[in-house]
């Protein structure tokens, strides 16, 4: 069974940055895309930036400039560094993959959720 383990976050002050990792653990074959969601208080869950096995990525609008994720495939590793933030980003950061995970010839889909992690931003 594939697992996320996240570390990093905290608490910070407006215009500091912090970064976040998530590590994949499992019998995995190949992960198609990692991404980090957040959820802050009374609020949707959002996606904040996903990457694919491409290598593409995608960003939320409220953080372009300023987030970046990136990954480590051979340590099926994702990270997100953000910069200048902002008490708009206080929340609780969940890692997400997807991928396949199993034997040679027996592959099966997965989808998993990192614990999440809470990042308070203020002065």
């Known amino acids: 069974q594939v697992q996320l383990a996240q570390s990093g976050g905290g608490s910070v002050q407006p215009g500091g940055s912090l970064r976040l990792s998530c590590a994949a653990s499992?019998?995995?074959?190949?992960?198609?895309?990692m991404a980090w969601y957040r959820q802050g208080s009374g609020r949707e869950r959002e996606l904040v930036a996903e990457?694919?096995?491409?290598?593409?990525?995608t960003y939320a609008e409220s953080v372009k400039g300023r987030f970046t994720i990136s990954r480590d495939d051979g340590k099926n590793l994702v990270y997100l560094q953000m910069n200048n933030l902002t008490p708009k980003d206080a929340a609780v950061y969940s890692c997400?993959?997807?991928?396949?995970?199993?034997?040679?010839?027996?592959?099966?889909?997965?989808?998993?959720w990192g614990q999440g992690t809470l990042v308070t931003v203020s002065s």
């Open positions: 990457i694919h096995s491409s290598g593409d990525k």
């Open positions: 997400y993959a997807d991928g396949y995970d199993g034997d040679v010839g027996n592959y099966r889909y997965f989808e998993v």
């Open positions: 499992g019998n995995i074959f190949k992960i198609n895309s």
